[in-house]
C-alpha cells in the first residue's frame, strides 16, 4: 500500500497545492474482501522539510457482509468527525515504516492527537 497508493498520493498533494497549507486525502487499496484506508496529510513543516501525517484503517467488504444485513456503510471509509473509521495502528506503523525507508525520514514516526503517525522528510519532487 505505501509504495503502490500512500507514496504516489504524497507526492501529489505536494506537487499541486502551495507552500504553507496543510493539505490532505483519503486514498482506498482493495483486496479479497477488504478494503484498506489511508488518510495522508502533508503539511511544509520548514525549508526544504515535509511532514507527512497518516493513519490507515481497514473495512471489511466481504461477501457475506455485502450480501448479507450489514453491507458497509459509507462512513466507515472515513476517519471521525466524518466518518466512523477507527485508525488501526499497527497497520499505520507498518505503511508508515515502508513510506519512511523510501523517504529518508529526519526522525522516526512520532503520534500526533489525532490518532496519526507523523514523519519529517526531505522535500524531494521526482
Known sequence: MARAV??????????????????????????DGFTMCAHVRARWAAPGQVEIALACWVVNMDTA????????????????PEGTAEWDEPVTSRVIGHLAARMNPLSAAVPTTDEHLTITVPLVLT
Open 65 to 80: 457482509r455485502c450480501f448479507g444485513d450489514n453491507p458497509p456503510a459509507q462512513e466507515e471509509m472515513c476517519l471521525p
Open 6 to 31: 500512500v507514496e504516489p498520493a504524497v507526492l501529489t498533494l505536494l506537487r499541486r497545492y502551495p507552500r504553507g497549507g496543510s493539505f490532505s486525502t483519503t486514498v482506498t487499496y482493495g483486496g
